[in-house]
């Protein structure tokens, strides 16, 4: 395995959030409804870690280290991981299982099904993230792993449904997305200046 001491601290970076806002709720230190604060915080949590997964590419092209793209893959499935959480918090805080009611909020919050429109998008890659994958579908795993895109317009119209009146946090990561998706098209993409070295090995695109 590769950058094995990168890997690792990526690991632990991203385990420490969801470990303090547990121990938070435990404590009692999250005001007076902690469930729909950790199913905020897990939803706001996926939507951060969709952005860095998508900003593994270009951070290699521009400094030529293939590190970045090396944990590509590992935030995907924490990304996954997160939105697992977010929708369990839900089922349980919000609805305490009672799936009979899950029918009533979907009328009454049309956001729902754009959350979970994201959700089965990032189903199936999470699914198919496995070399095995890769090697099954060929060239189409690319094409099917652009759906990373479809997922962050899915998950920012998802909490612009939400936050409606402050929009300030939203068009910060409204505004990354954006700036993300844009080193994508192919004729800005060219124009951003590519290091190479021998660690940065071929230049992997998503």
């Known amino acids: 395995m590769r950058y094995p001491f990168w890997r690792l601290s990526v690991f632990i970076a991203i385990c420490i959030p969801p470990i303090v806002w547990l121990r938070q709720a435990w404590l009692l230190d999250l005001g007076p409804d902690p469930g729909k604060v950790l199913v905020d915080r897990f939803g706001l949590g996926t939507l951060v870690?969709?952005?860095?997964?998508?900003?593994?590419?270009?951070?290699?092209?521009v400094s030529g280290w293939s590190g970045w793209v090396a944990v590509r893959r590992q935030l995907g499935l924490w990304c996954f991981a997160c939105v697992v959480v977010h929708m369990l918090a839900y089922g349980f805080f919000i609805l305490g299982f009672d799936w009979a009611q899950l029918g009533v909020e979907l009328v009454k919050r049309p956001y729902i099904i754009v959350g979970s429109l994201g959700f089965l998008c990032l189903l199936a890659l999470a699914v198919?993230?496995?070399?095995?994958?890769?090697?099954r579908l060929g060239a189409r795993w690319k094409k099917l792993h652009r759906l990373s895109y479809a997922v962050l317009g899915l998950g920012l119209l998802h909490m612009l449904w939400i936050v409606r009146a402050d929009l300030k946090e939203w068009a910060l990561y409204a505004g990354i997305g954006a700036f993300l998706l844009m080193l994508r098209i192919p004729a800005i993409a060219r124009r951003i200046p590519r290091r190479t070295g021998r660690k940065a090995g071929a230049v992997t695109k998503v």
């Open 49 to 61: 870690l969709l952005l860095i997964t998508l900003a593994m590419t270009p951070l290699q092209r």
């Open 128 to 135: 198919t993230s496995n070399r095995y994958s890769q090697r």
